[in-house]
């Protein structure tokens, strides 16, 4: 198993440990009540606070956490985290337990969103959606089996014990993170004020209000519904257990068919995104990778904005005359990506190894004057000093009409590097 896997484990890991923790609670009131000596009513106020503290702290710890390391805030929060849990099963007194619950609220919410700026960095852009919806599906596992199985132990031996059970995972999860997370992350720095501009976004506000009512709709069932469904409405037990199991795997399902959906079909909205971008001035110019014209054409015709470039794969062995022609046509710059051929056998072809002795250049120059003379912004990588150089040293030499059609002779049917068709991409169904 690779390591992105078992990174992707550990954080739906987080993800189950925090849910645990957070929906304990429920699953043994009673046994609290009982043991403490307040009423079931009083005990429910953990939830109450815990649910409060969690809103309002959440966004207030991350914005302040924002300029530290994500690595080493994270793991400060998870040592809180650990601390406040095992209070929690320590607690012989309802104020403890209260103190406790407060110490985790405070820190679970920062933690999973740290989670998921780790999830960003990490997964590659096809696999992020499905990533975030599996450590989602974390929290559903947790009410689905975490809940019952804690409410099993603290019926058998403890409410404490279920708290310690959560300790032991969240030991074996700090763990984890120290050795399977990457130290640096990219990070931007942003100041309160700058992070406040969000809020100024209407999408934030749908995005909160879709999380607002899914939580709502699903929790209630867990706290506020259940009593009802068994005094009111007649359920048993055994089947009102059976109820909630069929909600939370329901829950599971479907997220992890969200996390399916956002790959398909979705390149005009991520347009618009980046033409209202461009709008509101955070960026000057906006162009794509990997488009066909009819995927150009659907830009086009959706938003009425034109790409100002497109950058797509041409090299000797993958020429794209026609791909060339049709960005050309719609007034798009074709940008060139592995334009050497990633260092493959077209720097040995003859025609231009001959070209490179006829004109006192290396080959990388001239496959990179080929390109230029096509109109065509090539964008080659060099790790090699001399390559970097003698790659911008183009512009004291020409290739001639025929010079530059026997270069696009050497194209292949089969000759993309690897085989990376832009149509068979999921993007793009
Ligand atoms: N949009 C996309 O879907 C997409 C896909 C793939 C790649 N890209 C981008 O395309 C860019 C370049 O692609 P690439 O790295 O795949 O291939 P590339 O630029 O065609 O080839 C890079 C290789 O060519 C060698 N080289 C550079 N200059 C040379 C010269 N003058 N003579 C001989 N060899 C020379 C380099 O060696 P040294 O390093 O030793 O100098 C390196 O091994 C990257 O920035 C990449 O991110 C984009």
């Known amino acids: 198993m690779n390591k992105y896997r078992w990174q992707a484990i550990v954080f739906v890991l987080v993800a189950f440990m925090l849910g645990c923790n957070e929906f304990i609670v429920v699953g043994v009131l009673s ?59 320590l607690a012989n007194s309802f104020t403890v337990l209260l103190i ?42 947790a009410s689905v089996f975490g809940v019952p199985i804690g409410t099993a132990i603290s019926t058998s031996y403890s409410w404490h014990d279920a708290f310690y059970l959560i300790t032991v995972i969240s030991l074996i999860t700090c763990g984890l993170l120290g050795w399977l997370l990457p130290k640096q992350v990219e990070q931007v720095q942003g100041s309160i004020k700058n992070q406040l501009v969000l809020l100024a976004d209407k999408r934030i506000y749908i995005g909160i209000a879709l999380v607002l009512f899914t939580a709502a709709t699903m929790y209630a069932y867990y706290t506020y519904i259940r009593p009802i469904l068994t005094t009111g409405l007649g359920f048993s037990t055994a089947s009102l257990n059976w109820l909630l199991f ?122 990179l004057r080929w390109h230029t003379q096509r109109g065509i912004v090539p964008i080659p990588k060099a790790r090699n000093l001399k390559h970097q150089r003698s790659n911008l040293d183009l512009f004291d030499f020409s290739l001639t009409a025929d010079e530059i059609a026997a270069i696009n002779a050497l194209s292949k049917p089969d000759g993309r590097i690897d085989g990376q068709d832009p149509n068979e991409y999921e993007e793009f169904d």
């Open 31 to 89: 046994d609290i009540a009982r043991e403490l000596h307040v009423s079931v009513a009083t005990v429910g106020y953990l939830v109450t606070i815990f649910a409060t503290v969690y809103a309002i702290s959440t966004p207030f710890i991350t914005i302040l956490t924002n300029r530290f390391s994500r690595y080493k805030t994270l793991m400060t929060l998870m040592v809180i985290f650990l601390i406040g849990n095992t209070l929690s099963g």
């Open 100 to 141: 406790s619950r407060v110490i985790t609220a405070v820190v679970a919410g920062a933690i999973i969103s740290l989670i998921m700026t780790f999830a960003s960095a990490i997964a590659p852009r096809e696999k992020r959606a499905n990533l975030v919806s599996w450590i989602f599906a974390g929290f559903s596992i």
């Open 246 to 367: 069929l909600i939370g795997v329901m829950n599971i399902l479907c997220n992890r068919f969200s996390g399916m959906l956002p790959k398909r079909d979705h390149y005009v909205e991520a347009w618009q995104a980046m033409i209202d971008a461009r709008t509101r001035g955070l960026i000057r110019s906006i162009g794509v990778s990997n488009f066909e014209p009819e995927h150009l054409d659907r830009l086009i015709t959706e938003t009425g904005v034109t790409p100002a470039v497109n950058q797509i794969e041409v090299h000797p062995y993958w020429v794209q005359e026609a791909l060339r022609t049709a960005n050309f046509q719609r007034g798009i710059v074709t940008e060139a990506w592995s334009p050497l051929g990633r260092g493959s056998a077209a720097l040995q072809e003859p025609v231009i190894r001959d070209l490179a002795g006829k004109y006192q250049k290396n080959v990388g120059q001239v496959i």
